[in-house]
């Protein structure tokens, strides 16, 4: 656990001790704020209810969850301090555990910047709050699937940009299982029943729970379980280099 | 203190080391010679657990380096080839990074930092950031961070590697000291290296051992026995 922490808190200064950290953080707002007041139209719905907010989400992390994310072992491989770094008497999982939290704790940091919101939308209405508390519980979990494809895809290649498109394009398949226009398509030449299993693989599924309200141990379990198996292959991948 | 078993790497269809053997105990320096590309690096990588390697067996202090890995690299300070260092920390901060993996803390931690930052002369570049640092100080932080928590066991990858003539002649002193209580293992093709520092060389070329002995052994001049016993990547094969 020590290691981890030893290597979680490394982690957290290279952001800080770069522009990145603040680049990443003020485009996050910027996005989240065009997003919900101007594209999520947050003011014509007339609803006490953080829906335009968490409703960008799958799609604003697409990009930025693996942005924060790409550096995470390219870099360590690019500049060769991997072999320092697993030379070190550490297992590969406390490295890959440490690196991970640290990035996800970032993304909680990001996120819990967005308190405004929810000050806002408390100031104009009476929401229910105890949505907004699961909402933002999906969408930190969603940042964590995202997260752990990312540190796959980063294990993979010493270069970031490539592992920024290789975990892109792992999130939007991600999400287009269970996105709505794809789904319909779909329903003209398969069953209900197969349709639905494509979809329980969608983030966007089980990330709708959430904002409904409702914590569902199945939803808990499937992000549970991305981000499992994205760090296993991840243990897998640096072990074969 | 190392202990190498016919030793093979094989990446896809090139086999990088073929079969080496050779033991260090306590008190020796070891010089590690060979061409470009004739499997130094692969064997030191070998040693440290950065690969796993095809067939045959390293083992550490006694310790497996596969079977046991932690104890083993808990002996080891390893200075990797090109001396790599998280360029967005300072100095001081990346010698108390790697001084707390290898489990130092407190009092224990400023000591083990104060006494290799004394041994690779950096007090003046303590807090500057690594990536504003010359070759040759971002080469010697690498270098505390292999000595930071007094191995018994040092493999160090052309440890001289862009340092001045001043440089050299100090960190050959230092490795030649440090050998009188551990096992050292350095690579180089610097030849009259082998004369100032080592107890012992071994001359491996494609993977193979092709000579080892003291450099008296080896016989003199040691740059015609060098040219002699390797194949050079000038010729045709």
């Known amino acids: 656990m020590k290691s981890v922490w030893i290597i979680a808190k490394r982690e957290m200064g290279s952001y800080f001790s770069s522009p990145v950290a603040y680049v990443f953080l003020v485009i996050f707002l910027l996005l989240t704020g065009f997003f919900t007041f101007t594209a999520g139209q947050f003011f014509e719905r007339g609803e006490a209810s953080l829906g335009a907010f968490f409703g960008w989400h799958p799609w604003l992390y697409l990009v930025l969850v693996p942005a924060a994310g790409m550096r995470l072992w390219a870099e360590e491989r690019r500049s060769g301090t991997i072999e320092l770094l697993m030379t070190m008497p550490i297992t590969p999982w406390q490295a890959i555990a440490g690196k991970f939290l640290a990035s996800w704790a970032f993304l909680a940091v990001a996120l819990a910047l967005t308190f405004p919101v929810v000050v806002t939308v408390n100031v104009l209405g009476s929401p229910d709050n105890g949505m907004i508390v699961t909402g933002y519980l999906g969408s930190f979990l969603l940042a964590g699937a995202y997260l752990a494809i990312t540190c796959l895809t980063s294990a993979m290649t010493r270069n970031q940009v490539v592992a920024l498109i290789l975990s892109v394009v792992a999130c939007l398949f991600l999400i287009l299982v269970g996105f709505n226009p794809v789904t319909d398509l779909m329903t003209r030449w398969a069953s209900p029943a197969l349709i639905d299993t494509v979809a329980a693989f969608s983030v966007v599924t089980h990330f709708d729970g959430f ?18 198996f994205a760090l296993f292959a991840t243990n897998v991948v640096l072990r074969n280099r | 203190m190392i202990n190498i078993d016919s030793l093979v790497k094989e990446f896809g269809a090139k086999r990088a080391v073929d079969g080496i053997s050779f033991t260090v105990e306590r008190g020796e320096v070891v010089g590690f010679l060979g061409p470009n590309g004739s499997g130094k690096s692969t064997t030191m990588r070998m040693i440290t657990g950065y690969y796993a ?135 180089t093709h610097i030849l009259e290296e082998v004369d100032a520092a080592c107890t012992r060389a071994i001359i491996i070329d494609r993977g193979r051992v092709v000579a080892q002995g003291t450099p008296d052994e080896l016989g003199r001049p040691l740059d015609e026995v060098f040219r002699r016993l390797t194949t050079a990547d000038t010729v045709k094969r």
């Open chain 2, 53 to 187: 390697p095809s067939a045959g067996k390293v083992s550490v202090g006694g310790h497996d380096v596969v079977e046991s890995p932690l104890e083993a690299k808990r002996l080891i300070g390893y200075l990797p080839e090109n001396a790599a260092a998280y360029a967005d920390m300072t100095v001081q901060g990346f010698l108390a990074f790697c001084a707390e993996l290898r489990g130092l803390a407190g009092t224990a931690k400023k000591q083990a930092i104060g006494r290799a930052v004394e041994r690779c002369f950096l007090s003046s570049v303590l807090h500057q950031s690594i990536d504003t640092l010359s070759k040759g100080y971002r080469h010697r932080t690498c270098l505390a961070q292999a000595l930071i928590h007094d191995p018994e066991v040092l493999i160090l990858d052309e440890p001289t590697d862009g340092l001045d003539p001043n440089q050299k002649h100090e960190v050959r002193n230092l490795i030649r000291e440090l050998g009188k209580t551990k096992a050292v293992v350095f690579s």
């Open chain 1, 211 to 228: 904002q409904k309200g409702a914590i569902d141990t199945r939803d808990l379990l499937y992000f549970m379980s991305v981000i499992g």
